[in-house]
């Protein structure tokens, strides 16, 4: 995600307006011709976070009927190394959760280390990052931007203007779409449906927050739309202008515990 600039505060505050006034045909948006579409994908594949990045966080399950879930506390830190983005994350949890995530026009893939055991999880699967809890790596990772069989649909008016894609992959039972700011390339919201069409699961940003002069994730909701329960993943801490060993990366370091950075800012 490359930085945003400070307009992106009130340009978030004003698409919650209603369009009150305006008639149909002004609230069409211009679409993408095939050259447009397929650069504005480029960019999203081809993005760079400015600097490696870590996050602290906290995730709240919300179940449709009864109490929300005490908050399960997480380090998060990310990384962009050539065309490959890289994720490392660590629960608080009883089972010591790390998880590594790593995607690239190669590929994706996703390492678990949990009770002691390391396993790969099948691509596209939505294994939570712990027990209880919706959000996966899944949803952090965000792989389907990489998928081979990506292609626009539409420019579409949301909360925001943003582009829409739809994405396959063979050995993915199931379509994703996903809406992408039109203005800041950010990607605000992403729907799975079932192979047949069915509504799986759906995910959200609900806001940006600053560190330092870097607009990043501040908060993210994940619903489960069979159950219609949500999980609540609010970034609470970050420490930008890194730059992580490799080693923070690798399949042999989920074995413990990742050394984390000082410098962490409330966000």
């Known amino acids: 995600m490359r930085p945003f600039s ?7 505050c004003l698409s919650l307006t209603p369009l ?17 579409a397929a650069k504005a994908l480029d960019d999203i594949r081809n993005s760079r976070l400015a600097s490696d990045v870590c996050f ?5 399950h919300r179940p449709r009927r009864g109490d929300a879930s005490a ?18 994350i660590e629960m608080q949890d009883g089972a010591n959760t790390r998880i590594l995530a790593r995607k690239s026009k190669s590929g994706s893939e996703v390492l678990v280390h949990a009770d002691g055991r390391l396993t790969r999880p099948k691509a596209g699967s939505f294994t939570p990052l712990s027990a209880g809890l919706l959000v996966s790596a899944f949803d952090l990772q965000l792989p389907f931007t990489h998928w081979n069989g990506t292609k626009y649909v539409s420019t579409e008016r949301g909360r925001r203007p943003m582009h829409v894609f739809s994405a396959r992959q063979e050995g993915f039972e199931g379509e994703v779409t996903f809406g992408v700011d039109r203005a800041y390339g950010a990607i605000l919201e992403a729907k799975v449906r079932s192979s047949d069409g069915r509504p799986l699961r759906s995910l959200a940003v609900e806001d940006f927050a600053k560190a330092g002069d870097q607009w990043v994730l501040g908060t993210c909701s994940v619903r489960d739309e069979a159950s ?3 999980d609540l993943l609010k970034f609470t801490e970050a420490a930008i202008g890194l730059r992580l060993g490799d080693d923070v990366f690798t399949e042999a370091s989920l ?3 990742a050394e984390k950075p000082a410098g962490f800012r409330p966000l």
């Not at 006034?21 to 993408?32: E, I, K, S, V």
Request: proline share 6%; no cysteine; hydrophobic share 40%.
């Open 6 to 12: 400070i307009a992106l505060r009130w340009a978030l």
């Open 20 to 36: 009150f006034g305006q008639g149909r045909d002004d609230l069409r948006l211009p679409q993408l011709s095939a050259s447009e």
């Open 56 to 60: 602290g966080f906290e995730a709240v």
């Open 71 to 88: 908050p399960v506390k997480g380090t998060l830190w990310a990384s962009s190394r050539g065309d490959a983005h890289l994720l490392r």
């Open 228 to 230: 219609r329960d949500t």
């Open 255 to 257: 074995a413990g515990p």
